[in-house]
């Protein structure tokens, strides 16, 4: 699939019958005993502030990594509240990135990747699920949650970071608050040019703009709301006053 094609259904929903959407999770006893300690090992040792240190993807790193799938894969579905089971699923999309690009190291464009968004699978709760299946086909229609885009990794530059711990019930709240905030305040995501009057956004917000809301103007309201009130009037009231920036496809990778 090629980059163009990428940026223009990157959103698509997979019909129900496709995904099995019924919420899974596991207790969270099973949470820290399984494999979501080596998953924390592998993201405390590769996770940056500045991107992700593939230079340090070694023999170690890979056996977390492997540990953390078997448990993905033969995850059963229990009984648990919505924000457990939303960390499970967005931990499950994180960690398919990493194994698919890790796959295919070395490498600086993930596009390089034949199907990487929608072709190459992982086992996640005994069944082949693409990163479209994860997002469109689980995470977005079960949750309707659209801060879920800025946590959702996709292991690029474009996308939000990968935080250095994993998610959890306790804390998915405030990441998905602190997720927002942060691209809001960032150029890459909101850009405002005050003396040329121009709002340049981050292609996120349009494939995704129904999931802020019914309306294409609902993503800016959502934007509008969680800015200082000196930036926020500067946000347009029609949709067709906004530019669009292109999307970085870039590997998300560390300098250091």
């Known amino acids: 699939m090629t980059k163009e094609s990428l940026q223009s259904s990157p959103m698509r929903l997979i019909p129900f019958g496709t995904v099995f959407l019924?919420?899974?999770?596991?207790?969270?006893?099973?949470?820290?005993?399984?494999?979501?300690?080596?998953?924390?090992?592998?993201?405390?040792a590769i996770a940056a502030e500045d991107g992700v240190r593939w230079n340090k993807f070694g023999s170690a790193e890979k056996k977390w990594l492997?540990?953390?799938?078997?448990?993905?894969?033969?995850?059963?579905?229990?009984?648990?509240?919505?924000?457990?089971?939303?960390?499970?699923?967005?931990?499950?999309?994180?960690?398919?990135?990493m194994k698919l690009i890790s796959d295919h190291l070395p490498i600086d464009d993930v596009m390089k990747i034949q199907g990487f968004r929608d072709r190459l699978t992982c086992e996640i709760v005994g069944a082949p699920r693409t990163l479209i299946d994860l997002e469109s086909g689980v995470i977005r229609p079960l949750f309707q949650d659209p801060r879920v885009h800025f946590i959702l990794w996709w292991g690029v530059r474009g996308s939000p970071r990968l935080l250095a711990v994993p998610?959890?019930?306790?804390?998915?709240?405030?990441?998905?608050?602190?997720?927002?905030?942060?691209?809001?305040r960032n150029p890459n995501y909101v850009r405002i040019e005050k003396d040329a009057k121009k709002v340049t956004l981050s292609p996120i917000f349009d494939w995704?703009?129904?999931?802020?809301?019914?309306?294409?103007t609902d993503v800016l309201t959502f934007i509008r709301?969680?800015?200082?009130?000196?930036?926020?009037?500067?946000?347009?009231?029609?949709?067709?006053?906004?530019?669009?920036?292109?999307?970085?496809?870039?590997?998300?990778q560390s300098k250091n």
């Open 208 to 216: 995704y703009k129904y999931d802020f809301g019914p309306k294409d």
């Open 167 to 184: 998610y959890d019930a306790k804390t998915i709240e405030t990441h998905l608050s602190q997720g927002v905030e942060r691209a809001i």
């Open 66 to 97: 492997d540990e953390t799938m078997a448990w993905l894969k033969n995850a059963q579905p229990g009984a648990a509240e919505k924000n457990e089971q939303l960390a499970f699923w967005v931990n499950a999309h994180n960690v398919c990135v």
């Open 22 to 44: 019924t919420l899974f999770s596991l207790s969270a006893q099973a949470l820290e005993q399984d494999g979501s300690a080596s998953y924390a090992k592998l993201l405390h």
């Open 225 to 252: 709301s969680r800015l200082p009130k000196g930036d926020a009037k500067h946000i347009p009231k029609k949709y067709s006053q906004v530019a669009f920036a292109t999307f970085d496809w870039t590997l998300d």
